[in-house]
């Protein structure tokens, strides 16, 4: 597992050192918006337990981190209204994954026709 680096960005959001603006929160997880963000909504969603990324989550989070991860994705999705328009969900994992901020989070995107996936 890739240890866990207390000094990134969104480990000072969560001990409140850095403020954020929250969308949505409960025992397991933050959502916030994007400091720079990309689409008309671009929230991040994180849990808040010490998890680099995807596969440090698959395999050390409770099902309780796993289920509040996923149901708090689909909360900010009906609350920025996106349930009808549509959204993109985005994990970077890594270097080739462009991964800036070591603690995991998954981008929440959409307010616009987002087009394609990539432009390699
Ligand atoms: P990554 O490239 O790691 O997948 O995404 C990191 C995201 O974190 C970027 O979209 C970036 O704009 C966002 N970000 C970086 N620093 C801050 C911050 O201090 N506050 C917030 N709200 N977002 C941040």
């Known amino acids: 597992m890739t240890p866990y680096d207390d000094s990134n960005i969104f480990a000072k959001i969560l001990r409140g050192e850095i403020p954020n603006t929250t969308v949505y929160e409960d025992d397991h997880t933050l959502a916030f918006e994007d400091i720079a963000p990309q689409a008309p909504v671009h929230v991040l969603v994180i849990p808040k337990g010490k998890y680099v990324s995807m596969i440090d989550f698959a395999e050390a989070a409770t099902e309780a981190e796993m289920a509040a991860l996923n149901r708090a994705v689909a909360h900010v999705i009906k609350i920025k209204g996106l349930s009808e328009s549509g959204h993109r969900l985005l994990v970077n994992g890594g270097s ?22 990539f432009t390699l």
């Open 96 to 117: 080739d994954g462009g991964q800036e901020v070591p603690h995991l989070h998954i981008h929440v995107c959409g307010g616009k026709p987002l087009g394609p996936m």
